[in-house]
């Protein structure tokens, strides 16, 4: 990896919870946090947990945001991480929420129009490097594995991923002390019985834009701060920013799904563009082959 990436070792930094939210309520008490302060509408209640949960990963590695920052949610959901930034900035944002799926995004829209008091623009399609149609795979049991790069034909290897990943997530303690000593191969079974809910995809048609026409649309003329977690289509979303506009994008955090494959290629692209760039994956990330890059400038 080039010298301009930082890595940083399991355990240095803040860990990222396992996506286990929809193993709960058979397995342990039900995954439940309540919201700090906006309640959002949700298609499914745990997740809205898990998502919140996640939201203190983003700000470390010097990103930060400031009162007047204009922020891209790219992989919104129904926007947790969106009502996250609100709230540390006490509104005083602009966000663009980018969903491209249908059940999300009305969801995502509905809770923009409730809770952001018009700082959030919820957008109803994904990024991509071109204009396009592609089919997405959306999992009704649980939206956060929904994505264009997952469908019938390999949804069993993505079974078997997250079963890796919420495996060791309990090893590690995070469903408590009691699961923690349940041998791995009955948690593994377990876990994978209860991941059959992935196999219920439905396939919706939706549009993708390259991040440059869209910044010439919506007349945005500076990112504080770019997120992207879009499970897998990480490079197509930052192929589509142009030359001409990455000096308008002051810091980025990426989820990279197929690290060992595709974090140097994450990391270079962001390097080519003037960023300092540090990389982060614990152990419960390394066994689902997911990490993060967080990017800012020098």
């Known amino acids: 990896m080039s010298a301009d990436v930082t890595p940083c070792e399991s355990g240095t930094r803040p860990k990222r919870r396992v996506r286990a939210g ?18 959002l509408h949700s298609i499914n209640r745990w997740e809205a947990s898990f998502l919140r949960e996640e939201v203190d990963g983003y700000f470390t590695h010097g990103i930060e945001c400031t009162p007047g920052a204009t922020v891209l949610d790219v992989g ?33 829209e509905r809770n923009a129009r409730e809770f952001f008091n018009g700082r959030l623009t919820a957008l109803p ?46 090893r590690q303690g995070g469903l408590g002390p009691v699961l923690r000593r349940v041998p791995a191969r009955v948690l593994t079974l377990l876990i994978s019985r209860k991941l059959r809910v992935l196999r219920q995809l439905e396939t919706h048609r939706v549009k993708v834009r390259p991040l440059s026409s ?6 945005i003329d500076h990112i504080d701060l770019l997120k992207v977690d879009v499970e897998g289509a990480e490079l197509e979303v930052l192929r589509g920013v142009e030359e001409r506009h990455w000096p308008l994008v002051r810091q980025a955090v990426v989820e990279v799904e197929g690290w060992q494959q595709n974090r140097d290629t994450v990391c270079e692209v962001l390097i080519t563009h003037g960023f300092k760039v540090s990389t982060e994956q614990n152990s419960v990330q390394r066994a689902g082959d997911i990490g993060m890059v967080f990017a800012v400038r020098p």
């Open 125 to 170: 399609y994904g990024l991509a490097s071109r204009d396009d149609e592609l089919d997405f795979s959306y999992v009704p049991a649980a939206t956060i594995f929904s994505s264009s790069s997952r469908d019938q034909g390999n949804i069993e290897d993505e079974r078997r991923r997250v079963t890796a990943s919420v495996v060791e997530g309990i």
């Open 214 to 219: 869209v910044l010439d649309e919506q007349g």
């Open 22 to 39: 929809l193993l709960a309520p058979t397995l342990v008490h039900p995954f439940v946090m309540a919201m700090r302060a906006i309640e």
């Open 76 to 108: 919104a959901n129904i926007g947790v991480f969106s009502a996250a930034v609100y709230e540390r900035l006490d509104g005083d944002v602009r966000i663009y929420a980018f969903e491209p799926m249908p059940p999300l995004h009305a969801t995502l």
